[in-house]
Nanobody
């Protein structure tokens, strides 16, 4: 499964970005799709997850309240809308796919080790 994240760029604090993750057909119906991010000098951290069937979502504590994760199965694409961006949101954002379910195994969904597939990241740079 090849995943391709896009939509990153440079933005001023307070701005918004929508990241996209394109996936092969049937990926969204098969896997829970996730977003992680890795800031310079820091470990990769869980950001958000969405399971298309059932519409369940899960958010990490780091950016909770400022982002929305969604999926469009007709386009085989997952989105991450991040609002009110802050300099500390500067990071490479990665999309991934896991066989874990948000309801049944949330810790698996939030763990790097629980991912089956990773895409290449997209860089978000937020300036103050």
């Amino acid at each position: 499964v090849q995943l391709q994240a896009s939509g990153g760029g440079s933005v001023q604090a307070g701005g918004s970005l929508r990241l996209s993750c394109a996936a092969p057909a049937r990926t969204l119906s098969t896997y829970t799709m996730t977003w992680f991010r890795q800031a310079p000098g820091r470990e990769r951290e869980f950001v958000a997850a969405v399971k298309w069937s059932g519409g369940r979502t899960l958010y990490g504590d780091a950016v909770k309240g400022r982002l929305t994760v969604s999926g469009d199965i007709t386009k085989d694409t997952v989105y991450l809308q991040v609002d009110n961006l802050k300099p500390e949101d500067t990071a490479v954002y990665y999309c991934a796919a896991t066989g874990y379910d948000i309801t049944g195994h949330p810790m698996g969904v939030m763990s790097q080790g629980g991912m089956n597939y990773w895409g290449k990241g997209t860089l978000v740079t937020v300036s103050s």
